[in-house]
């Protein structure tokens, strides 16, 4: 890990207020690294796509929709701009020439799963009516 600056401006007294400073060091640290990532991905597939190699275009789309993805998942990015980004990264490739591999389609759920037999609904006890208090008569 990378050394933590923390800002020499104005240390906060409150302990929860420090430790707020800490962990927004941390998370500056975490989003610089996502975002620079994010950059040279995109960077090396538009080098690939400018040099025609369609191998090399496919790895690199490969490994700037993974760091789309990343970044959006760590909230770097927002998820419309990362589905943008992978929209027109797969239009770039595309447009190079690169035939898109089928992405795996989650298979149903097989035979023997839906094979199974319904299990029988227990009947419910129905609960004795209330009976209403006898109100007692006095005679005189």
Do not use: W
């Not at 400073?21 to 796509?49: E, I, P």
């Amino acid at each position: 890990m990378g050394v933590i600056c923390y800002s020499l401006l104005a240390m906060p007294i409150i302990k929860s207020a420090k430790k707020r400073v800490k962990v927004a060091a941390k998370a500056g640290a975490r989003n610089s690294r996502a975002r620079r990532n994010l950059r040279d991905a995109l960077k090396a597939f538009a080098k690939a796509v400018e040099g025609k190699k369609t191998d090399q275009i496919a790895k690199t789309q490969q490994a700037a929709i993974s760091a789309v993805d990343m970044a959006a998942k760590k909230a770097v990015i927002h998820k419309n701009k990362a589905a943008r980004y992978k929209s027109q990264l797969a239009a770039q490739a595309k447009a190079a020439g690169v035939k898109q591999a089928a992405s795996p389609k989650p298979k149903a759920k097989s035979q023997k799963a839906a094979a199974k037999k319904p299990v029988a609904k227990k009947p419910t006890a129905k609960k004795p009516a209330a009976k209403k208090p006898v109100s007692k008569k006095t005679s005189r």
